[in-house]
């Protein structure tokens, strides 16, 4: 359950205002077909994406293609100046040995690549796979290793660094010869160079080493889990007993794995323990410009005190350059650049948004790069020739995404894409260039190609065979508005029935997230989400979202009110809203619903018991029912630990409100689920059993989290939901 990190901005009202006005009367639609849910799950709203490209030195880039005819795979060259092929990097055809291959990278300096094959997934984000160095000049391929991870060329591009087993590998690919750095590694108890399970899971990284830029050293992480406690789930699977699934997973208030940081000295093949203070967590390890400085961040358990620490690799001194403290907690971040000087690029929220710095190579802050009421939701990067930094932020409005430039001493700000929407940029290496990609609630993806000062060269796909299909379905438009709730002016969304009628009563469903950082109500095109809820209104709901307090986009006092008390003012918000939306003539105040997945189903769960005297009916899929059986690091990060709040945990956990369900409650779960464990839904079922409470339950074998895997789950478990609103909202008593 990774966090989202986003703001808002003082005179959000007036652009949320014009936006929606502008999408009631453009969105305005004369469509006559239905949506079905077998269109939405069969891909016939799909956008039409770009390939994600991989910039490469100089205005070019590549891609990853397969010939639909003789099913070859290539890797090719492009010009982004004219974004036409100019060469054919590598062919399956022309492999010796490799059918085929699913995966490419670079060295350094682009005379070989990385191919790999045979994916086998480990957690969410993490695989082993097959991989071979192909040297471009002379065709040459090199297995590299069987079931490996992040394997990684060195600077100099003689070797590749992998993770195998749990150990850490360097193969030299001139001579062909294998160094094993670690032995220790063993499942369920050491892991050398990858990360575990809540580490992947939260601080969102796998790749646990990193070479320093004269390929002398290889800075690793160890982890000892031994003491971490293990979690089991039984998986169905298609065999006549089922097998067990067992890995560790450190909830609550529980041990994490205990990490230490290692330098490995590829010339005379010595490891050695690098000590960086006290601390719980190192969330992150990159080498700087200097090849003897390696940077660790490290954190404490609460994770409001954050240190970055230069170690010196020849003498193992370690300085931290930078602290940050937070009452609450201090974000995790990977803005951070370092330039030739040594000085760094950093994002921040200390001055109450998220802003960029730049920091001397002593830590002394150079200057505030960014100022406002608004946040820096999207560091792009740096370009030494201009001295200029490309970012992306919500200055336009807290619905509203936009991409920036801006020179390094915070003069000469720029904005480079439109002004309304949700714009995002993806730029070359040399940053001349970038592809940017702009959708908003009416317009669905546009990807064009910009140069660096923001004039547009190309349209590449604009998708607007998709919108001519939508405009034949009835469709609603989003109307964006605020609503103040308890003193606080917050986001909404709101879609009607295209034949609304303001003399009639309508139920209203009620969709959101809620997690600390998140945003719903956001100026996007439709996901899948967004044309179920459509289809809900042509069935005549009226849907609503309100993004409450702990949401992100409008700073950080506004995000980090829920500390210590996730799902009271956020529960608080969702029922206010409920009740003053219910007095409006066409709302129907005893057909009022709510739903949410993960975080949602919390909230949803959380809201129908709670405020049962407005909502009558809710959905919970995946939902977490007790902070007490989530992971460390991204619980205690907002609620420290059990030991230390246990009224934090329990005041609200709707597993102790069972007592007060008087509505209609489905309950959903894949057996799964490594994430948000099905126990969270069994401890649910077992406190409404005992409160003698009727509800309905579905539980989706061996689907995780997500669930999705197999032949129409998503058609399956949306047709359930439908079924339950139709019941429940639409059909009156």
């Not at 450190?250 to 010595?270: F, I, M, Q, R, W």
């Not at 005893?590 to 129908?608: A, E, K, L």
């Not at 909502?615 to 991204?634: C, E, G, L, M, Q």
């Amino acid at each position: 359950m990774k966090k989202l990190c986003f703001l808002a901005i003082f005179c959000f009202i007036l652009v949320s205002c014009k936006t929606s006005t502008q999408q009631t009367a453009s969105n305005t639609n004369t469509g006559t077909k239905e949506i079905t849910l077998e269109e939405i799950w069969n891909g016939t709203f799909s956008a039409d994406r770009m390939n994600a490209l991989n910039s490469m030195n100089g205005d070019f880039y590549s891609l990853l293609n397969r010939n639909k005819e003789t099913k070859a795979v290539t890797v090719d060259k492009y010009s982004y100046e004219t974004l036409e092929k100019v060469a054919t990097i590598v062919s399956s055809e022309n492999l010796d040995g490799l059918d085929s291959f699913s995966t490419y990278s670079f060295n350094n300096d682009e005379s070989q690549l990385l191919l790999g094959t045979n994916f086998k997934k480990v957690y969410r984000h993490s695989y082993k796979g097959t991989f071979y160095a192909y040297n471009i000049a002379d065709k040459k391929l090199t297995l590299v290793g069987e079931d490996i991870q992040e394997p990684t060329f060195s600077p100099d591009s003689k070797k590749v660094a992998y993770a195998k087993n749990n150990n850490l590998f360097i193969k030299n690919l001139r001579n062909g010869k294998v160094t094993q750095i670690t032995k220790d590694g063993e499942v369920n108890a050491i892991i050398n160079g990858t990360t575990d399970w809540v580490y992947e899971e939260e601080f969102g990284f796998v790749r646990a080493f990193d070479w320093n830029e004269t390929s002398e050293y290889l800075a690793f992480l160890r982890f000892d889990e031994k003491e971490v406690p293990q979690f089991s789930m039984n998986v169905t699977g298609n065999d006549l007993y089922p097998s067990m699934h067992t890995f560790k997973y450190p909830k609550a208030g529980e041990d994490n794995a205990k990490v230490s940081l290692h330098l490995y000295n590829v010339a005379n093949n010595t490891t050695k323990k690098l000590n960086v203070g006290e601390y719980e967590y190192i969330p992150r390890l990159q080498w700087t410009k200097d090849a003897q400085t390696l940077c660790v961040t490290t954190l404490n358990r609460h994770q409001n005190n954050l240190n970055l620490y230069f170690v010196n690799a020849k003498t193992n001194a370690s300085t931290v350059v930078l602290n940050e403290k937070d009452q609450a907690y201090v974000d995790i971040q990977d803005n951070l650049t370092f330039l030739e000087d040594n000085s760094f690029i950093w994002t921040s929220e200390k001055d109450g948004y998220n802003h960029i710095y730049h920091y001397d190579a002593s830590g002394k802050l150079i200057n505030q790069v960014t100022k406002g009421e608004w946040e820096v939701t999207n560091y792009y990067g740096f370009q030494k020739e201009s001295q200029k930094i490309f970012y992306q932020s919500v200055e336009n409005g807290s619905i509203n995404r936009g991409i920036y430039s801006i020179g390094l001493d915070g003069s000469d700000k720029k904005l480079l894409s439109k002004e309304d929407g949700n714009n995002s940029a993806s730029f070359s290496k040399n940053m001349n260039y970038f592809i940017g990609t702009y959708s908003s609630a009416e317009s669905p993806a546009v990807y064009s190609l910009y140069n660096s000062e923001g004039k547009e060269l190309k349209v590449i796909k604009d998708n607007a065979a998709l919108k001519s299909l939508i405009a034949t379905y009835k469709m609603s438009p989003k109307e964006f508005s605020t609503i103040t709730v308890n003193g606080n002016e917050l986001n909404m969304y709101m879609i009607k029935p295209v034949d609304f009628d303001a003399n009639k009563k309508y139920p209203m469903l009620m969709f959101q997230y809620s997690g600390p950082g998140s945003q719903q109500v956001a100026n996007r095109w439709n996901g899948s989400n967004d044309y179920w809820h459509n289809m809900l209104a042509q069935k005549g709901m009226i849907v609503v979202c309100v993004d409450g307090r702990g949401t992100g986009l409008k700073g950080r006092d506004f995000k980090k009110v829920t500390q210590k008390q996730l799902g009271k003012f956020e529960v608080e918000d969702q029922i206010a809203a409920a009740k003053q939306l219910a007095q409006r003539n066409y709302i129907d105040e005893d057909r009022v619903g709510i739903w949410g997945w993960s975080y949602g189903g919390f909230m949803s769960t959380n809201c129908i018991l709670k405020g049962n005297d407005i909502f009558s009916t809710a959905i919970a899929v995946a939902p977490v029912t007790s902070w007490r059986f989530y992971d460390t690091v991204y619980t205690e990060r907002y609620m420290t630990t059990p030991q230390e709040n246990a009224e934090g945990y329990d005041d609200n956990s709707p597993i102790n409100y069972a007592d007060k369900l008087e509505g209609n409650y489905l309950l959903v779960h894949g057996s799964g689920d490594d994430n948000v464990h099905q126990q969270n839904t069994m401890r649910m079922v077992n406190a409404l059993v005992e409160a003698n409470k009727q509800f309905d339950l579905f539980i989706y074998p061996d689907r995780a989290h997500g669930i999705y895997k197999g032949k129409n789950t998503r058609l399956n478990l949306y047709t359930k939901m439908t079924n339950f609103l139709e019941k429940n909202l639409l059909q009156k008593d």
